[in-house]
């Protein structure tokens, strides 16, 4: 805090005043880095006789004592703060870093990004006293949305840099990380350091000094120090914040191992502090439930964990949050947006500014597809929250101009316009401008944005650009001064595309037959030419002749003289005066390059209109050869210069077609092949089909075409694109349907088409998502079971257990309500079920699985074996031995009844962590268990008992069942 802003040597303003036989020296606005001392008061004992009006610097090798000690930190001075740390945070990928005083608390917040995942984070910064030390406490740790590394890691990893903390071991000036998110200062310590000795003074005495008062308000955070003992009234600190420090302190060990980077220690820890204090922690679920966030391991684990904390606290924002997270990180961005909405709304409602804008940016980019109406109202609370945003703000425009809100979109630039700087502020006003001109009606409204726009840049082009669209409908005479005013302002900058727009579109304006006799023309080359092309484009071809002709008396450049005959060429061919056009083009190939190759392609086309077909194929010949030579020396143009060769390629191959010429015609379709290959797909897939349609009888050659076509055949992802776009506006419209009484089988269909596109993409995650669609549309019945058994499949094969167990779970409880399921449809439920449970060690949902399975295992008897030992294993976790012993003997005892059976195709999972609590890592839910379940084995062998009492009866097993027990 104090980096920088040490004292040099210098005369402090100290000033001395006696009363009775003490005296005080005391100074005051006295700047020391970022904070500011608003009192600093050093008590002299022992002055002996009167020391009268003698200066203040007499005192300086005395031993003072500290009386009083009042400083107080700024808004500004915090945006100091976070200017100097900002690049040293951007390298660990912190970026966007703000910090605002607010009542109570410092809310900060930042954008973080871990590899590709990127999303906002927001917390608090509280501060508490511990004797004339100081702890900063970060609290209210959000992430609004999903990343790979813990929120309380990157909020300690900000407070540390705010603070300039070093390592966790006390310092006389510099603050030092206590643990996670808490770092001590030793404010008065550093304070006096800084201060007194750098002027030539010794240190004061504070051995009788503590904290008198502490005040974080929007204006300032102010801190006293006084006498230990008279303080009245209590300090100034929040109940809430001394109940965070007991948190810490109480967390302290385990979240050290979390600042080291040691998660799976730092969870077992937090679950072990769980179980021995009981359920009503709510710190400490906020560290667990921001670890399982980060994990995918531990999604399950956090979603369960959320789900039971929201049940007994519904406005607990931290497990919205943790939904919010893992919800997205597993594909399901509507029911991410729903929780970053509801902690959104939270926020607002508990005045939290930060934390609202940003859940509800967050929300609303989710929505902004998926649900356009709701992202406005997201982006209006964002806005809200905080007025300064500029996404926000511009979503917010975009969706008010999607949503023909006009008035409402006025009213919002406008308040963006006053706090806007004055380049953007210019370009609000254009937009208003365009939206009182084109949607509101209001010509002198729009004068109005204008004006206040040219006051502001009165040498911008755009400004006069818009002044003059908006002159063009009623003032033609101003608009013809506007666009030429237009063209020299760009001019003046450099900016010929604008340039070269203006002349083109005064050329519309004041072309006429008699333009070119007009005085008002300027003999501006760029004039002549914006008026020649708008005459072509009104096929007013004697017009743009004589405005191309007048260009060839103004000394141009070859090249650009070169493009201008192609054009006058084209003029005239439409004329019909062909002869005048090829005089024109053989002035255009003496320029040589690509105007050259374009010349000789138009007089084949003349030619070939003339049926002089040799003539025609000897330009395009010479055009073609022009084009590749060109191409291979300017790379940066090489793929549009070897396709425009390749289309050439191609028309002369057509030329010979007609000719009756198929031998010349090949050549040259497989040089427009060869061509295109690389630079333009769709015209070698059709010279290749050509070819091959050519091939004839010659196996060789057909296959060589075949390989050709199929090499260059388009990607399928935009077709899919398209089509998924038209199936999510399907899905739209009839849900509109089925909210007016209609039924659900168009979206059933839809969703089932949505699946089948996504496997054709092989995008496995969103095709699970469509099957778990479907499966919420399915009614009670074997097609509940069939919906709810293909998205479990489907969750398994894009990699997701957490996601395809619940669904393996319902379709398992539907078994029971539906009598007539077939036995086919039965197996296929135990077998998904018992996948997914054994991936995501659900062991109770193993045994029901494999339980079933062994009982008939109809054609799935090949992997007995596999249900056996896996049934054994999940009982040996539970508890049950006798289960487990029962699954296992016919494998030791019969071998024969398992020869030919598949060893299990998976081996067993990691036995859970060791830990002190007896908390589950099995996916049920984090909460103690009870003494039983704690007195169980639980060593790292997967089936102790088992092993014990069979050991002597494994000696003669068969392979497939020493292979089960590896």
């Known amino acids: 805090m104090f980096e920088g802003g040490s004292i040099t040597s210098r005369r402090l303003p100290f000033h001395f005043q006696q009363l009775g036989g003490i005296g005080r020296l005391a100074l005051g606005d006295l700047a020391v880095g970022l ?14 006789t009167d020391p009268g009006a003698a200066p203040a610097e007499r005192f300086q090798r005395r031993r003072t004592r500290l009386c009083g000690l009042a400083v107080r930190v700024t808004q500004q001075a915090l945006d100091e703060r976070i200017a100097q740390v900002r690049k040293p945070l951007a390298g660990v990928g912190i970026t966007q870093l703000s910090a605002r005083l607010g009542d109570g608390y410092v809310s900060v917040r930042a954008r973080a990004a871990d590899g590709l995942a990127a999303a906002d984070l927001s917390f608090h910064v509280e501060l508490v006293s511990t004797g004339t030390h100081l702890r900063a406490l970060a609290s209210a740790i959000r992430v609004h949305g999903h990343l790979p590394t813990p929120g ?117 820890g937090y679950r072990a502090l769980l179980a021995s204090g009981g359920p009503d922690q709510p710190l400490l679920l906020e560290r667990i439930l921001a670890l399982a966030s980060a994990r995918p391991a531990w999604f399950f684990d956090g979603l369960e964990l959320a789900r039971q904390a929201l049940s007994r606290w519904p406005a607990f924002a931290p497990a919205h949050a943790a939904l919010a997270s893992i919800t997205l990180a597993q594909g399901d961005a509507r029911e991410a947006a729903r929780h970053l909405e509801d902690g959104a709304r939270m926020a607002s409602a508990g005045s939290d500014d930060d934390q609202a804008a940003l859940a509800a940016l967050a929300a609303a980019r989710l929505l902004r597809v998926l649900d356009p109406r709701a992202a406005t109202q997201l982006y209006q609370l964002a806005v809200e929250h905080d007025p300064g945003s500029t996404e926000a703000a511009d979503s917010l425009a975009d969706r008010l101009a999607d949503e023909q809100r006009w008035s409402e979109l006025v009213r919002l630039v406008r308040t963006r316009i006053a706090m ?16 009182f001109v084109h949607q509101l009606g209001d010509p002198a409204a ?26 063009t409908a009623s003032d033609r005479a101003g608009a013809i001064a506007a666009w030429r005013e237009v063209a020299r302002l760009a001019e003046l900058r450099g900016d010929h595309r604008t340039s070269a727009r203006a002349w083109a579109r005064l050329g519309g304006l004041i072309a006429d037959p008699g333009a ?53 060429a084209r003029s005239l061919i439409a004329l019909g005066r062909s002869d005048e056009a090829r005089a024109s083009l053989r002035r255009a190939t003496l320029a040589g390059g690509e105007p050259a190759a374009e010349a000789h392609a138009m007089l084949a086309e003349i030619a070939d209109a003339t049926l002089d077909r040799d003539h025609a194929a000897a330009e395009l010949d010479t055009a073609i050869a022009s084009l590749v030579e060109l191409a291979a020396g300017t790379p940066p143009e ?59 009888n010659d196996a060789s050659l057909e296959r060589r075409w075949i390989d050709a076509v199929l090499a260059t055949r388009p990607p399928r992802f935009p077709d899919l694109a398209a089509a998924l776009a038209d199936l999510h506006e399907a899905v739209e419209l009839s849900e509109q349907t089925l909210e007016r009484g209609g039924d659900t089988d168009t979206r059933r269909r839809a969703y089932q088409l949505e699946a089948e596109l996504f496997a054709q993409s092989g995008d496995h995650r969103a095709r699970a998502q469509s099957l778990a669609a479907i499966a919420r549309l399915a009614e009670r019945g074997s097609d509940r079971v069939e919906s709810e058994t293909a998205a479990a499949a489907a969750w398994l094969a894009a990699d997701e257990p957490a996601a395809a167990l619940p669904h393996g779970a319902r379709a398992h409880a539907s ?33 029901r699985a494999y339980r079933g399975l062994i009982d008939d295992p109809g054609p799935e008897a090949h992997r007995l074996t596999t249900f056996r030992y896996r049934l054994a294993v999940a009982a040996d976790r539970a508890g049950d031995s006798g289960l487990a012993l029962g699954a296992l003997r016919p494998l030791v005892e019969d071998p024969d009844a398992t020869r030919g059976a598949s060893p299990p195709t998976a081996r067993p999972p990691r036995a859970p962590m060791r830990s002190t609590a007896p908390a589950s890592c099995s996916g049920a839910p984090i909460a103690p268990t009870t003494r039983s379940a704690a007195s169980r084995p639980r060593c790292g062998s997967p089936m102790p008992t088992c092993r014990r009492s069979m050991r002597s009866r494994r000696r003669g097993a068969s392979a497939a069942t020493s292979s089960a027990s590896r």
């Open 446 to 471: 729009a004068q109005r944005e204008l004006a206040a726009a040219r006051g502001r840049a009165p040498d911008d082009p755009a400004v006069h650009e818009m002044t003059a669209t908006i002159l």
């Open 815 to 847: 078994l029971s309500s539906t009598g007539d399921v077939p036995a086919t449809l039965r197996r296929e439920v135990l077998v998904t079920l018992g996948a997914a449970a054994w991936r995501q060690r659900a062991w109770p949902d193993v045994i």
């Open 638 to 696: 090489g793929d549009r210069l070897y396709t425009r060769a390749a289309e050439l390629a191609v028309a002369r191959a057509m030329l010979f077609d007609r000719s009756g010429q198929p031998i010349a015609a090949g050549a040259d379709w497989q040089r427009a092949h060869a061509l295109a290959r690389q630079s333009a797909p769709e015209i070698a897939r059709s010279a290749a089909r050509t070819l091959l349609a050519r091939s004839g």
């Open 152 to 268: 309380p890691v990157i909020a300690d990893r900000v407070l540390v840099a705010l603070t300039g903390a070093g390592d966790p071991a006390p310092h006389t000036d510099r603050p030092y990380a206590r643990g996670l998110c808490d770092v001590e200062l030793d404010l008065v310590g550093a304070l006096l350091w800084q201060v007194l000795p750098p002027s030539g003074w010794r240190l004061p005495a504070i051995a009788d000094i503590e904290v008198t008062h502490i005040r974080v308000a929007r204006a300032a955070i102010e801190i006293a120090y006084g006498p230990a003992g008279v303080r009245s009234g209590e300090l100034g600190v929040r109940t809430q914040a001394h109940q965070l420090a007991a948190a810490h302190d109480l967390m302290h060990s385990v979240d050290q191992q979390l600042r080291g980077g040691h998660l799976e220690d730092a969870m077992r």
């Open 35 to 48: 904070v500011t001392v608003d009192k600093l008061e050093l008590e002299v004992s022992d002055l002996g």
């Open 420 to 435: 806007a700087e004055p380049p953007r502020a210019v370009q609000l006003h254009l937009r208003l401008a365009d939206v």
């Open 516 to 568: 070119p006799a007009d005085p008002g023309v300027p003999a501006d080359p760029q004039a002549l030419v914006g008026l020649a092309a708008a005459a072509a484009d009104r096929d007013d071809h004697d017009i743009a002749i004589a405005l191309y002709e007048r260009l060839r008396g103004l000394g141009l450049a070859q090249a650009v003289a070169a493009r201008h005959e192609l054009a006058l």
